[in-house]
């Protein structure tokens, strides 16, 4: 067995690029173009149209399946826009004194180096996977036919794209049972299912969905002359083989995860500074004087990935013992005066800033449950596993819509689930805005499951 980590993520290695590529272009400037200029203007600028281009051209959507050539396309169409981004800066911005040639050498130093260094870490990600068997992925594939046979031999043959293939299910002679598949799928902690549309029902194909959402797994289809329904179709190709992604996540593409991430470290740490800060205190003593008891609780969730951690609140609550197991319901005894008043506010919510600067949580995305209750409602609730695709957050999309608090009935824990896979899929850094001033709305003017 592998000592490495396998699964869908390779961890932060898109941000690590982004990082290597803006210090090369940044560290050639200042040793070669400005020679003792000021190099602050010019960074700056470089670096946001670096990463404007690059989110233009696509230029760190490189998958372990990405061919080499499909590669070196990407690096010469990222710096002959970058080229034209220098020219048009030096004709706009004269104080630094930056002539064409020197910018042509400027852009091939920067060419060179950043084309080496990204060929050596795409071989060397085939290498790390070939040698010592990390950073892989599980697979199977549901149907036999020769399109299957020819992603299967893919996997087995390209060992460096970092693929396990465990088994191929003929649908055609056995009819496998669909439960005996996914028994199978949890059991060998498969990570990706490739489906062959013309091998399934369309049940079968209803039932494989639900199953990969409510447990997390990466479900892939090979397209055929049959026509499948989705409202956002992913086409990519493993070699020459087409393969289709049935869900979209927007905040799994590197450019928007950076850009999430650095607007909450952003406004948690305006919020800790300025609000928390001196908040802090005073409902400290207000709790303190009330009733014995720690300030802050602390409550294992389920976050990304269905990884657990600990999730901080100001105490609203004498302590009890059923506080990880209940949620607090109209009327709650258990509920102190100050507690009933930080609840109402959402005051109690303001210590989970430090979990969305601790990279735990994120300001806007869909609520965490308590351990025991995600469990439950995994069990009976469809494609409730599928908010795990994201990091939780302090508010979300089904908190504004109503469904924040006490689930009550099935049928509110079912809207959440619903609103929560639309942001998810639909996620933009101005629907986490206007989720946020919503959010503030609704505070101040006091909501009716605010308890």
Partial sequence: ?????????????????????????????????????????????????????????????????????????????????????????????????????????????????????????????????????????????????????????????????????????????????????????????????????????????????????????????IPDSKEIYSKKLKYEYYDYIPILTLRTIPLEDSANMIIKRAFDIFFSSIVIVFVLSWLTPLIAILIKLESKGPVFFKQSRNGFNYKEFDCYKFRSMMPNEDAHLYQATRGDVRVTKVGKFIRKTSIDELPQFFNVLFGDMSVVGPRPHMVSHTDMYAKKIDKFMVRHFVKPGITGLAQVSGYRGEVESDKDIIGRVKYDIFYIENWSLLLDLKIIAQTFINAVKGEDKAY
């Fill in 1 to 221: 067995m592998s000592l490495f980590k396998h699964g869908r993520y390779s961890g932060y290695l898109r941000q690590i690029s982004y990082f290597i590529d803006l210090s090369v272009i940044n560290g050639v400037a200042i040793i070669y173009l400005l020679e003792g200029k000021d190099p602050l203007i010019f960074s700056a600028f470089m670096s946001l149209g670096w990463v404007l281009l690059s989110i233009y051209v696509r230029f760190y959507e490189v998958y372990r399946y990405t061919r080499p050539v499909n590669i070196l396309s990407l690096i010469v169409k990222q710096f002959v826009l970058f080229l034209l981004f220098v020219f048009a800066f030096s004709g706009l911005y004269h104080e630094l004194d930056i002539y064409p040639r020197p910018i042509v050498k400027y852009t091939l130093i920067c060419f060179s180096l950043i084309a080496i260094l990204k060929f050596a870490i795409y071989y060397l990600l085939q290498k790390y996977r070939v040698s010592l068997g990390g950073n892989y992925r599980n697979t199977v594939i549901f149907g036999l036919n020769k399109k299957t046979m020819a992603l299967e031999n893919f996997f087995n043959k390209n060992p460096e794209y970092g693929y396990m293939h465990k088994k191929t299910f003929n649908f055609r002679k056995t009819q496998p049972n669909l439960e005996d598949c996914f028994n199978y799928v949890l059991t060998e902690r498969i990570d990706e299912i490739y489906c062959s549309i013309s091998e399934l029902t369309n049940s079968q194909i209803a039932d494989i969905v639900d199953f990969a959402d409510n447990n997390l797994k990466i479900l892939k289809f």
